[in-house]
Structure formats: C-alpha cells, structure tokens
C-alpha cells in the first residue's frame, strides 16, 4: 500500500475542535492549585508551606549544577555561537561528557536522575550562556524522545533507546508541518501499517535539533482499515533511516545557533516495535508531555530575567546624566524596580511549579501552562527594558561594542533571542485557549451539554438538573470569603494583604467567567479576546501566590528574609495595577469594533491605506509545497561525533 498524495486533510473548525477536546487529559485525579484559583477557592495549603527537594536530591543536583558551572564558564563560547550560528561539535561532546544528555533519565538506564527542580536550574545556568545552547539541551529532553518513553513506553523501549539518549544520542521532537501549526486536525504526513512496519511519508518543519538528532518522536496520522484504529500515532525514528532527509537548516531572527530545520520523510521504514502507545494516541503523548516539559522555557526565561538585572544594576550605577547615576533618575528607577521584582516572580513561579511537579502530589497542567504563559511574556518586557535602559549601547550589537573598547553586553541578542518564548512550546494566544479551556472545564462537565448543539433534548434537560446542583452549592461560596477578613494570613506579615487580594480576586475572577458563560454560552469559546484576559488575571494571581510563598520561605530559611519580603511586596503591588487594568478591559474594550475593522481588512476595504510604499518581499508561495514524494535537495543532517 502508497502512502496519499495530499495537502492536509480539509477539517472543518468544529472538527478540529473535537480533535483537540479527544487529546486533553479529561479527568482530574490530583487536586490544582491554579484550577482552584480560576474558581474561585483559594487554595493556599496547596502550594504552602513552600515545597522542599529532598536531601539527597539537592545533594546530586548541586554537585552537578558545580560542573556544568565549571563547563559553561570555561568551555563555552556564547559570542562565537552568535557569530558563527552553529554550536561548535566539542560544545556538545562536553556536554556529552558530564551527561547532561541524561539529566532526567533514571540512572539505572545511565542518565543523572535530576529532579525536575535542579534540571530546571540547569538549563536557565546553560541558556544564560548560550540560549542556543539552553534549547538545544531543553529539545532533547523535555519534548525529545526521552520524557514521552520516560511516560508511555514499553520497558523494552526504555531498555532499547534510554541509555542512548542519556550517553551520546540526540533527540528531536519533530509535529509541526508548513501548513500544520496550532491545529494537529490537519496533520498529512502519514505512517501506513506494512506487515510489521509502518511506511512514514511527510514532511516535519522547524524540527529543533533536527538537523543534528539521532533519535526522532515524530507524530504521523495512520489511516484506519482492518485491524487499526488510525489516528495521530508517536513513533521513534532512527534519523539516519533511508528516505529521512534534512532538506534544510532554518535560520531565525534569534537563537542563531539553533539546530532546526526541514525534514522529509519519504517511505521510510519504522518497525511497529517502535510505536509510542497505541494508534491514536499522539496528540495525547504530545500533550501530556508538555505538561511538564513546558517548564524548561520559563526556566531559561528565569534565567535571563536574573542576567536583565545583574546588567542594569551594573550599568545604571556607572553611567551619570545630569549630575548623577541614570539608576537615580526615577524614569530609569521604576524601570529597575520592575526588572528586580519580576526577576523575584519568574523564579518563585519556575521553583513552586517544578518542585510541584517533582512531589506528583497535584495535577500541575495549567501551572506549567502559566508559567510558560507568563515567563516568556514578562522576559520579553524585561529584555526590551534592559535595552531601554543601556539606550544606543543596548541597541549595538556586543561584537560592536567590544571592537570600539567598551564591555561586549549582549543585550540586544537577548531581545532576539527570548522573542520565540512566546511562540514556541505553543504561542500566548494558544497558551491563552489552552487554559481558559482547563479553567472552564468544570462548568462544562455540569453544563457543557445545555450549550452543545448536538445533544438531544433529554441530555439537556439532564445536565440542567447537573448545573442547577451544582451553581446552588458554588455561586453562594463566591460572595464572601477569608479575603475580606482582616488579619488572615498573619504569618505572611506585610504580605498577608496581598494574599488577601489573591483570595478576594480569585472570587472575582470566577464570578466574571460565569457570568460571561451565562451572557454568551455556545459562543463563549469564539471570545477569545476575554477569556486571554481571564487566563492573564490568573497567571498574575499565581504568580504572586508563588511570590509570596517564596518570600516566605526564604525569610525562614536564609538570611535574605527581608529584601525578599520587599521584593514580593514590590511585585505584588506592580502585579495588582495589571490586574486592575485587565478586570476593566474584560467589560469595556474594543473587541466588537476590532471585530468589524478585521472583516474590513479581510474584504480589501482598507488596501489604500498601503498605498505608497514597495513591498520588499521575495516571490514565492506562502506555504511551501509539501507533497509526499524522494526529495531532491541535498541532506544537511549532521552527526556530532
């Protein structure tokens, strides 16, 4: 059986709906603090007091990050990898060396079993360096072939590729299509059964560490017929299988020495041994991985806030205007208060939810979602800050700067290279839907059938009965609450006032979504303007729970008490101004209008508003070709020895 020659299959956008919703972990077995948090209970007891790394665990972990503070510090190269766009061979063979292939691989299959905790800490050490580095070690482990084999593979899997991945073997993680992004619904390349093979046609773009991988996940649509399911299925591909061809290296405005690229699959040969769980059940792999492994992201973006700070401290301290350091000029000031007590909050938000995840005690889907949602914006702000701040220096590039004798600060690189944080791993406005749907989900389990089209009149009448039960019992709770009671939360000192405005404003929050479900019902998921400002209120609402909870912990624990209480108190009042601002946006904004100006643009009404200026892009398609078939460009695949 050939496999089809198509473009990706036509789904309609209720289909691709349905596609989405069968993916998603649907039960909640283990309690969520954020899931609490969107309705409206304040869970504190969930997330304090603060959740500590066992001994032995911190033993391991510390001894480790001292080496690979050894290595990054005297054996790699950040300004050669931004110059030449590639990271040198012997980069990776050192890494190779101390094992930081095998972070998280149990040691019994010769991998260094950190928890997720210290593997976090890693990579934002490592991506300080080198955020091409940083991706390159966060692709192989977090989304690569070792978490979805670590979650879903057979022991003779785990036998067969662990002790590779956590020695010398480099992974990819290879969903994404030129016409497939955000919507797996459409996925075209296939894996047609052969006997006891599968025949793998398609094409794979911006495969990161796909030019360089050894092992590959990659996620193929198997056609149903006799005796299989079908349906989107995760294989593990050797790269250097015959017909896998990496067409080309793709070069990016940021992480210039990211190894990313486009790879073809023409009948390549993949035994069914190697079959990631039944077919059918890759978007779910796909998912479930991601829970956790979106954490490496706002862990590099911890990092880089700590590096915005360390270099605006430095420079806004020696650099005088007017009679005085710029830092002293309250313009520049504020901006510094923000850079230090965010830099504060990304770390307190990657710490609680990493350690959460390590103790498996709570569901952390939506806080790992959060994180990455809110780490890669605020670094985004913090990095431009930084280049606001340095001014024209902040601009040059530090190739300039060290060849004109001042301090090569790589500040605008930074800017490019945190700017795909908020696309990769899922972009803000997917990040934004993913949650809102997690945020919903309990209303939906009681009266998701009331507002469905498709369900008959009885199942209507059923779930009325649910949701009326239910709402009796929820609504009341929504009224009054620990937050409106003055001296709760005493044990927080200056902080229990901010605890109490998370209590207060959680209620808040749950009260407005329910009443925008009962405004819009149905038509609630196509108001994805509101409900990106819900999730934003909520990630604000964590990440000041997480805040203060730090602050906390380090006031019992370090001698740092009191500077953390004064960092929490300055982001939790700087937190509250956004949150204000987003609660009056949910009701008065100009979404309806954008609505109309959108369908203008989309009728041509506006083209002259472009007149007068030459369009410098070249020609060609906007989606390129990707029909199955041997590939005719030369393979750019390289094995790092």
């Known amino acids: 059986m050939s496999a089809p020659t198509q473009r ?15 993916a998603r972990q649907q039960d909640w077995h283990k309690p969520s603090f954020a899931k609490e948090l969107f309705l409206g209970r304040f869970r504190l007891d969930l997330i304090h007091p603060h959740p500590l790394p066992a001994d032995e665990d911190v033993r391991r972990g510390e001894a480790f990050l001292a080496k690979l503070r050894e290595f990054c510090a005297t054996r790699v190269d950040g300004a050669r990898i931004e110059r030449e766009a590639r990271i040198p061979d012997e980069t990776v063979t050192g890494l190779k060396e101390l094992g930081a292939l095998g ?3 149990d040691p019994k299959y010769g991998g260094l079993g950190l928890t997720q905790l210290y ?28 978490q979805p084999l670590k979650l879903f593979g057979t022991q003779e899997q785990k036998d067969a590729f662990l002790p590779r991945l956590a020695r010398d073997a480099l992974s990819a993680f290879l969903l994404t299509e030129p016409d497939v992004g955000s919507d797996p619904a459409r996925l075209a390349t296939t894996a047609v059964p052969e006997g006891d093979e599968y025949v793998l046609d398609g ?24 005796g299989h399911k079908g349906g989107i299925t995760a294989f593990v591909v050797e790269a250097d299988a015959p017909g896998i061809t990496v067409e080309h290296r793709n070069a990016f405005m940021g992480l210039r020495g990211l190894e990313n690229g486009v790879t073809r699959f023409h009948r390549v040969r993949v035994p069914a041994t190697n079959r990631i769980g039944p077919e059918g059940a890759g978007l779910k792999i796909a998912l479930t991985t991601l829970n956790t492994g979106r954490l490496s992201l706002p862990a590099a973006c911890a990092g880089a806030g700590k590096w915005c700070l360390k270099i605006a401290r430095e420079w806004a301290a020696e650099r005088e205007q007017w009679g005085k350091p710029v830092a002293r000029h309250e313009a520049v000031g504020t901006k510094i208060s923000f850079l230090a007590a ?59 700067l060290a060849a004109r004798g001042e301090r090569a600060v ?26 809102a749907r997690e945020a919903v989900d309990a209303h939906l389990a009681v009266a998701g059938d009331i507002i469905d089209p498709d369900k008959a009149f009885a199942d209507k009448a059923k779930a009325g009965a649910r949701a009326g039960g239910f709402y009796a ?48 019902q149905g038509k609630m998921e196509l108001k994805q303007a509101f409900l990106g400002r ?105 094995k790092i020895p």
């Open 8 to 22: 990706p299959p036509k789904v309609s956008e209720r289909e691709a709906r349905q596609v989405a919703e069968a």
């Open 103 to 105: 972070m998280k691989i």
């Open 119 to 146: 593997y976090n800490r890693a990579l934002a050490l490592v991506g300080s360096v080198s955020p091409a580095l940083g991706a390159l070690l966060s692709a192989h482990q977090s989304i690569g072939v070792p």
């Open 203 to 226: 094409v794979k773009l911006w495969t990161t560490n796909g030019v360089v991988a050894d092992l590959l996940v990659v996620m193929a649509r198997v056609p149903a017929s006799e």
């Open 342 to 400: 965010t830099a504060f909050a990304l770390e307190a938000v990657v710490d609680l939810a990493s350690q959460m995840a390590d103790e498996d005690r709570n569901d952390i889907r939506i806080e790992a979602a959060l994180a990455k949602l809110y780490g890669s914006e605020m670094a985004w702000l913090m990095a431009d800050e930084l280049v606001q701040i340095r001014g024209g220096r902040g601009y040059e590039t530090a190739d300039s």
């Open 410 to 435: 790589p500040a605008e690189q930074l800017l490019r290279d945190l700017r795909i944080n908020r696309i990769f791993e899922g972009s803000t406005e997917i990040m934004h839907l993913l949650i």
């Open 473 to 520: 019992r929820w609504l009341p709770k929504l009224v009054a609450g620990q937050g409106q009671l003055p001296g709760v939360y005493g044990e927080f000192g200056e902080l229990a006032t901010h605890l109490r405005f998370v209590e207060r404003t959680s209620r808040k929050l749950a009260r407005s979504t329910f009443y925008a479900m009962s405004r819009w």
């Open 534 to 638: 819900i999730v934003d209120i909520g990630a604000e609402l964590f990440a000041m729970s997480a805040v203060c909870v730090r602050a906390e912990l380090l006031r019992t624990t370090t001698d740092h008490g009191r500077e953390a209480h004064q960092l929490a108190d300055a982001f939790c009042r700087q937190s509250r101004l956004r949150v204000d601002e987003l609660f009056g946006r949910l009701w008065a904004n100009t979404d309806d209008l954008d609505r109309k100006v959108v369908d203008g643009v989309l009728a041509g009404s506006y083209t002259w508003l472009e007149e007068g200026i030459l369009d410098p892009s070249g020609d060609g398609p906007w989606i390129a070709d990707t029909t199955p078939g041997p590939s005719t460009e030369e393979n750019v695949h390289r």
